[in-house]
């Protein structure tokens, strides 16, 4: 990934940064708890600027439920994808994500290719179109949820590129996989698809069936191969821990907590519809602790 040049235009007053950082972390601590117990595990001033960029992600992720209509959406992204494009930093002073965010890819000389990226992405979260395919699914998990990863690299490595890329790629795709089928209730009642529509169609399955909740065994069908399908990436990223410096670990944490996901929703009774799959805290942060022990 290429590096980006320092530009004055992204200098953040100082004296408001803590209060910045501080914000990102609260926010992180409330709406994503897989990510903010695994940020503890990294040394403590990696963790400021890794919760700049998930609270980056998060806000990004938000945007439908902030709006009633997609355009109002799509302007609020636009906001985002100029700032990054180098709109003045004083519009982002009001923002405490936004100067956390700028302050980060200066620090880190971080690419800003990747962000607007993700941004780009989730403009299908706007509207109810479903998704085409799994390749088109697991294109828009490397964008949003493995190019995360990968930027928490590049600030867990100091600002440099350490590679690793094929390994976020299979991580981001299997945590966006469970996370979207865990999000599976809250999607359909929404009117949001992201089963593919290939394997849907496949299993007798269309996108009006699953909104008005009658998808029956073809849904189910649907969900079983897509399980299948984050494993098959947990097992290229097993394959290729070896090669991922313990220093970057952090970044790759709440992937361990893929496959308990996937296990709750094989329990019995699981009704995609109403089951919200989450685990006891407790047993969150045993996960997560036995996973970084082992770095």
Known sequence: MPQTDTDDRR????????????????????????????????????????????????EIARVRAMVSEPLPGEVRLQWWRDLLEGQPA???????????????????????APLTALIDARIFDLYDDPMPSLRDLEGYAG???????????????????????????????AYALAGLMRAFPWHAAEGQVYLPADILSRNGVTRDDIVRGRGGPGV????????????????????LTETIPPALRPAFLPVALVEPYLRRMEGRGYDPYRTIVTLPAWRRQWVLWRAARRT
Do not use: M, N, W
């Open 11 to 58: 200098e953040i007053a100082p004296a408001r940064l803590p209060d910045a950082y501080a914000h990102c972390a609260a926010l992180i601590r409330e709406h994503d708890q897989d990510r903010y117990i695994a940020t503890l595990y990294a040394p403590e001033g990696s963790r400021p600027p890794l919760f700049a960029l998930y609270a980056f992600s998060h």
């Open 220 to 239: 189910l069908y649907t969900l079983k191969e897509l399980r299948e399908i984050a494993r098959k990436h947990l097992k290229h990223l097993a394959s």
């Open 143 to 173: 964008e949003t949820s493995s190019a995360l990863i990968r930027l928490a690299c590049i600030v867990l490595a100091g600002g440099r590129d350490p590679g690793g890329a094929t390994a976020c790629g299979h991580a981001g795709v």
């Open 90 to 112: 004083g519009e982002a002073q009001s923002h405490p994500v936004a100067a956390a965010l700028l302050d980060t890819i200066r620090r880190f000389r971080l690419p800003v």
